[in-house]
């Protein structure tokens, strides 16, 4: 972001968060919302609940300030927040209801959390922030080294460290934690869970955003049948291949696998129980937080799904019309056709060449020609003593491409990506180009790669030269970065 005048100006212009900051009934917006979304974790709510929550909400401050606080009733307040000028809320219909339904816009959400960062707050941890600050540097260290030296010895850096915890507890010597970092752990988690609801709604937001734009472009463009299916898959992939897609992949596997779900419920339970968290009287939520994710997550999951079924119709509703322009059209022609069959016009309408049939009578064809008979001559075989060099026979080159795809998985097993030269530095071709050209059809084929035009690398192998002594041959191709 650009912290210059004119970028600042145009966001308190037009992002949704600084307009609700500005606006006059702000303190009515953001304590509702939050009372009534963020603090049940509610993701969508019927417009007749919310309506009837936020009804006893303006008739208590109506109490308090007058009739003339807020006049409107609740209903054309819930549809001024919807409006694109304030963007707080998002109305919408869902599958087999015909009631509108109310979620925060993550605009709303990222608003009422700055918000809630303004209150003073009586412990502020910050020991517990700089180990995880060293902890993701060192996870990011370790995932990005490619030398399998070097990750080795970090590993058994690592093996030493724990060894020697274990020694000292075996000994007896054991220094738990002081409450002063039991509550900076404690309040670290809290926050930390707390903000993964709110990514779950900007995540979902930006699935919608994707499909928006996809449904734009094919509204804007004359496309055919084929174009609308390819760009539709493409529209999916690219949804799925985003940063944020394989993200939410990636801990969608993580949430739903049964170990880490019994695991994370044993933990929880165990820092509930510690007596320096009971003192902070933590939120009764914490404990169920792990399956607030959960449905966040399903919800996530299921938005998807209904964008792609809505884009189904949305393309089955332009094959019809494609199809009723062409009956359409048909029915132009036979209508014109019948015009010409009552008042036949003076002048030829259309010409077809070759309108005449081409005769060809069966006795013009050519006769069966019979064979030419094969003489055997009747003798004895002699076996030859002419000298032939088979040696070409036995020097054929066969790449084993499930040996290279073997090695790709390979190097993928402490690492996301690895380029075709990385892999060839682990281990070089031993038959030169061919082999090179096979990891290339694989890129193409059958394995997860991409193939960046603009950049390229050199790939080399030992090979032998014209003398017989040992050379390096080199070759210059797009890089190829095969993924996991």
Not at 178 to 184: F, G, R, V
Not at 196 to 219: C, I, K, P, Q, Y
Not at 473 to 478: K, S
Request: proline share 5%.
């Amino acid at each position: 972001m650009d912290w210059d005048y004119w970028t600042l100006e145009r966001l308190r212009h037009d992002h949704p968060a600084w307009r609700l900051l500005r606006s006059d009934h702000a303190p009515l917006v953001a304590g509702f919302l939050h009372r009534a979304f963020i603090e049940q974790n509610h993701r969508v709510l019927p417009e007749s609940a919310l309506a009837e929550r936020l009804e006893d909400e303006l008739f208590r401050l109506r109490e308090i300030h007058g009739e003339d606080k807020f006049p409107k009733p609740a209903a054309e307040y819930l549809d001024d927040w919807t409006l694109p000028d304030r963007a707080w809320l998002r109305k919408f219909y869902q599958d087999g209801t015909d009631e509108p339904q109310f979620d925060l816009t993550p605009a709303t959400e990222k608003a009422i959390t700055w918000l809630g960062s303004l209150a003073k707050r009586s412990f502020v941890g910050t020991e517990s922030r700089l180990v995880l600050v060293f902890d993701l540097l060192r996870q990011l260290a370790a995932g990005a080294e490619p030398d399998p030296a070097r990750r080795l010895e970090d590993l058994q850096r690592r093996k030493r460290e724990i060894e020697r915890q274990i020694e000292r507890a075996e000994r007896g010597e054991v220094q738990p934690f002081d409450a002063t970092a039991i509550k900076d752990r404690f309040h670290q988690v809290t926050q930390l869970s707390r903000g993964l609801l709110s990514d779950f709604r900007e995540v979902e937001h930006n699935f919608r955003a994707l499909d928006r734009e996809f449904r734009e472009s094919v509204a804007r463009g004359a496309a055919t049948k084929k174009e609308l299916l390819s760009a539709s898959f493409g529209r999916r992939d690219k949804i799925s291949d985003s940063d944020q897609g394989r993200s939410f992949g990636a801990f969608w596997e993580f949430l739903v696998a049964d170990d880490r779900s019994e695991e994370f419920s044993q933990l929880l339970d165990r820092v509930l129980g510690l007596p320096a968290v009971q003192q902070m009287k933590p939120d009764v939520r914490v404990r169920r937080i792990h399956h607030e994710w959960l449905a966040a997550a399903q919800n996530v999951q299921t938005t998807v799904r209904r964008l792609s079924a809505q884009l189904r119709r949305f393309l089955d509703d332009r094959v019809q019309l494609e199809n009723r322009r062409i009956m359409g059209l048909l029915q132009r022609v036979e209508q014109s056709a019948l015009t010409l069959r009552d008042d036949p016009p003076k002048r030829p309408v259309a010409e077809i060449p070759r309108i005449a049939p081409r005769i060809r009578l069966p006795f013009e064809r050519p006769l069966h020609p019979l064979g030419r008979a094969v003489t055997i001559r009747d003798g004895e075989l002699l076996s030859g003593d002419e000298s032939v060099d088979v040696s070409a026979l036995y020097s054929q080159v066969v790449i084993d491409q499930e040996t290279l795809a073997g090695q790709i998985r390979r190097a993928l097993e402490s690492r996301r990506q690895v380029t075709l030269g990385e892999i060839c530095e682990l281990w070089p071709p031993e038959h030169g180009l061919a082999e090179v050209l096979a990891y290339l059809r694989m890129a193409d084929d059958s394995l997860p790669a991409v193939i960046d035009e603009a950049h390229h690398e050199v790939v080399t192998w030992p090979a032998t030269g014209r003398d017989g002594g040992s050379v390096v041959r080199a070759a210059r191709i797009p890089r190829v970065i095969f993924v996991s």
